[in-house]
């Protein structure tokens, strides 16, 4: 059965994940009970996991399951598609971030080592991340060639075609989306900061 848009992609998303951002302690202190005689404001404060905001991974996770939501209705998908394409693009998906944070932690070490405030460095360790970090892209380039081709063995032509211009879509709402996130946050922070004075 197929899904009738009734809000845009983005607002939706939008709506979502910032209502998230916006979780402060004030909220999750309101959630919990005073106990018998106690005055809410002795309700002890929550634990920082509870109010701590969601991060960049997170974010992505939230979007990541939004895009497959919008599959069935971007590529116009049967039902008797549906579920193969959801599990392989999931699998897709997963093979994507691991190889992200694989690769951000590469950097990481690079730009530590090549600090220039830090003591220089041994040239064959900085070489053997260098490999690391060539050999960890290779992987990641076949394994998503491979995922693709699994992706696309659910699909007709133009399904596929219409694909390519799926994930661009989200793509560059993805990163809409975080740049609102961030403001959002920011102007939270703001706001809470006014609020204490």
């Given at each position: ?13 939008v ?9 402060t ?10 106990a018998q ?22 974010i992505?996770?939230?979007f990541?399951?939004?895009?497959v939501?919008?599959?069935?209705e ?5 039902e008797?598609q549906y579920?193969?394409?959801v599990?392989?693009?999931k699998?897709?998906q ?5 190889h992200q ?14 600090n ?5 460095g041994?040239?064959?360790a900085?070489l ?10 290779e ?10 081709e ?5 699909l007709?032509?133009r399904?596929q ?5 799926f994930?661009?879509?989200m793509?560059?709402q993805k990163?809409?989306l975080?740049m ?18």
């Open positions: 059965m197929k899904r009738t848009p009734t809000t845009p992609l983005c607002v939706i998303a709506l979502v994940i910032s209502s998230a951002l916006a979780t302690a004030p909220r999750a202190a309101q959630a919990q009970p005073a005689g106690q005055p809410a404001a002795q309700t002890p404060a929550p634990a920082a996991p509870e109010t701590a905001p969601l991060s960049a991974g997170q992505q996770r939230w990541e399951a939004f895009s939501l919008q599959a069935q971007a590529l116009q998908l049967s008797a579920g193969r394409f599990t392989r693009l699998a897709m997963e093979i994507r971030r691991k944070q694989a690769r951000n932690q590469m950097i990481a070490d690079l730009r530590r080592l090549t220039p405030q830090a003591p220089p041994d040239d064959a900085l053997e991340r260098i490999k690391a970090l060539r050999e960890e892209d992987r990641a380039a076949a394994d998503l060639k491979k995922a693709y699994g992706v696309d063995e659910t007709d032509v399904q075609a219409r694909f390519r211009v994930e661009e879509r793509e560059q990163l809409e975080l609102r996130a961030r403001q959002n946050a920011r102007a939270a922070a703001r706001g809470r900061g006014r609020g204490s004075r």
